[in-house]
């Protein structure tokens, strides 16, 4: 329960003219391997938004290791690293599924907004699902 | 003023391993397209949406003709096909700049909604600038 | 084995500010399914690159029924409706897995190209896998 | 010739269901700034590509200070920060041109390699005239 893993499958649109996955292209896997995580404990992210919470990326880091290729099935791996009632930071391991090579690392923070983009404190009950520390009884 | 013009130059991301920019770009092409008529007819897109109005695309046709490449310079030709308070539809011609070579052909039609995509009928006066007929005394 | 059903879950980055899935996303999904469709048929398009041939696009239709929305869970059907040495086209429907309603039905015509993007025949043995009309014996 | 300036302007399809610009659509303007930059210096991204150079991205930082909305006109500033021979990299400022506000800061380090993503030198000619050191006698 401390890492989700989201398999992800490289689409052809995702491609570039060097013949690999665009560098773009990961932080779209990322908001799915974010979005996963939250579903596995138990808060989808479509519920945060039911419930007037935004989470906006404030800052972003990758580092490529090795190209991602057309058809090339990811793992990506989504731990939170940080979380309070004001921010959250998520880091982030996309592998290459049949040898396990890692292709990408990357960390995601993120402010927590109402609707209208201004900053909220996150609920202590949705706080404590989030990160994991509500006893599941 | 029966049709306008919009320059775009083909982005990186754009192309795939084809070599050639995805035939999913030009929907996202004759999107500033559609924006720009609007705007020299005088009605942004955005002035309609703050009017409450949307106009979610219905259908879509596009004819490809040869590829467009990284970097080239495109213009892309739209007009209003037929205008209705609740149906609109626009034709495209996409040309490379530099020697007018036809690439694609389009057309998209569009629905009138409001702003949570229940049909609506367009103002007539919104109408008739859009559709070119209200004098500009 | 004469349809091939792809699941897609909606992305975050495929919405836009009408709150549901924008109309170019669905063909990346149709791309997608073309590409389950191939690899049911035991022909990935990976493997057709890799025997030096290409299917581009040179037309596409597609019909918006209803709304897709954020975190959907889609099934797109694709069949092959014509196939010939030269010529492919597909058509598709994009329906809500949940209660199976339809959201969008479409169609895709492909040439048969050389990796310089030159029309080619496509070999019979490939061409009769992709039909289904090779026994599996 | 420090700094090169790129009007962007926000795209329908760029914009989430929060109402603004997606996070990874940055990613895609730094990339047009980019090229900007290398035209700018008299070595458009085409040409390297044209003498078998390629400069796949190492590594992204962005720090988003306040959101892009759709329609809006931003001027993306574009700086070469180090340049040699085997690697390159670039800071970025995203301002709105209407009041200059900074809506994203960024940085790409990139790598330069041949055709097939294998490192390689920048001939010392090309690197002066990307590096701005070389004098336009």
């Known amino acids: 329960m401390d ?12 491609t570039d003219q060097m013949g690999i996955a665009h560098h773009s ?10 979005t996963d995580f939250l579903r596995m404990r138990g808060m989808p992210y479509r519920t945060l938004e039911e419930n007037g919470i935004r989470m906006p990326v404030l800052e972003v880091r990758l580092r490529y290791r090795a190209p991602a290729r057309y058809d090339d099935s990811l793992t990506v791996a989504a731990r939170l690293e940080r979380s309070t009632p004001v ?9 290459r599924t049949e040898d396990g090579k890692v ?9 927590a907004t109402d609707l209208n983009g ?7 009950e949705i706080c404590s699902v989030i990160g994991g520390s ?4």
């Open 3 to 14: 890492e989700s893993h989201s398999e992800i499958r490289v689409r052809y649109v995702e």
């Open 25 to 34: 292209s990961y932080l779209a896997w990322l908001e799915i391997a974010r």
């Open 87 to 95: 921010r959250f930071s998520f880091a982030y391991t996309v592998s």
């Open 103 to 111: 292709l990408c690392e990357g960390s995601t923070e993120h402010a």
């Open 118 to 124: 201004r900053a909220r404190r996150i609920p202590r």
């Open 134 to 137: 509500r006893a599941e009884s």
